[in-house]
C-alpha cells in the first residue's frame, strides 16, 4: 500500500512539473509582453500629446481601445500641471510697486477635468476644438495606467502556492513637459 501512495504523489508532482512550470512560465511571459505594450502605448499617447499641445477624443478612444486590446480593464490617471507666473509687488505709500520678481506657481488638473472637456454631459458643442483638452508649452502631462483584476499569471501563481504571494498587475507610467502649445 505504501508503494502505491508514493506512485501516486510521484505522478502528481510529475504533473505538475511537466505541465503547470512551463505553462506558469509560459503566462508570465505573456504578461511581460502586456507590460511593454501597455508601457509603449502610455508612452506613445504621452508623446503625440505633449507634441500637438492638447489631448483630442480621438486620441484618447485611440490610447483606450488599444489599452483593452490586452484583455486586461485599466485605471486610467491624467494629471495635468499648468505652470502659472504671478508678478510680486510691495506696498509703497499709497499703492503697490513691481518688485521685478515672479513666484511660480502649478495648478494641477485631474483626469476629471480633462474627460469633461474631452466628452462634455450637456451635448455636443458646435466646433470640434472646443472639445481639446488644450495645455501650454512648459505644462507638465503624465499619464499613469494600472490594470484592474488579476492577469492569468496572477491566478495561475495563486493557484500554484495556494492562495499565497502579491498579484503583480500591469502598470505604465509616462510624462513629461509639453512642447507645443495648442492653436
Not at 77 to 106: A, C, M
Not at 124 to 132: F, G, K, T
Not at 136 to 143: R, S, W
Amino acid at each position: 500500500m505504501d508503494d502505491a501512495i508514493w506512485k501516486l504523489l510521484g505522478f502528481i508532482l510529475s504533473a505538475v512539473l511537466l505541465f503547470a512550470i512551463p505553462t506558469m512560465a509560459l503566462l508570465e511571459r505573456q504578461d511581460d509582453v502586456t507590460q511593454s505594450m501597455v508601457q509603449a502605448e502610455a508612452n506613445r499617447f504621452v508623446d503625440t500629446a505633449r507634441d500637438m499641445g492638447y489631448i483630442s477624443p480621438q486620441l484618447y478612444t485611440r490610447f483606450s481601445e488599444r489599452l483593452q486590446a490586452t484583455g486586461l480593464h485599466y485605471n486610467i490617471r491624467i494629471r495635468h500641471e499648468k505652470r502659472t507666473w504671478i508678478p510680486v509687488y510691495d506696498s509703497v505709500g499709497t499703492g503697490l510697486v513691481f518688485t521685478g520678481n515672479y513666484d511660480q506657481s502649478r495648478v494641477v488638473a485631474g483626469e476629471a477635468d480633462v474627460l469633461a472637456t474631452l466628452f462634455p454631459t450637456g451635448g455636443i458643442p458646435p466646433d470640434e476644438a472646443s472639445l481639446h483638452y488644450n495645455m501650454h508649452a512648459g505644462d507638465l502631462l503624465f499619464v499613469e495606467v494600472r490594470s484592474r483584476g488579476e492577469t492569468m499569471a496572477d491566478a495561475m501563481r495563486r493557484w500554484l502556492w495556494f492562495g499565497q504571494g502579491a498579484a503583480s498587475g500591469i502598470w505604465g507610467r509616462a510624462g513629461g513637459m509639453v512642447r507645443n502649445e495648442a492653436n
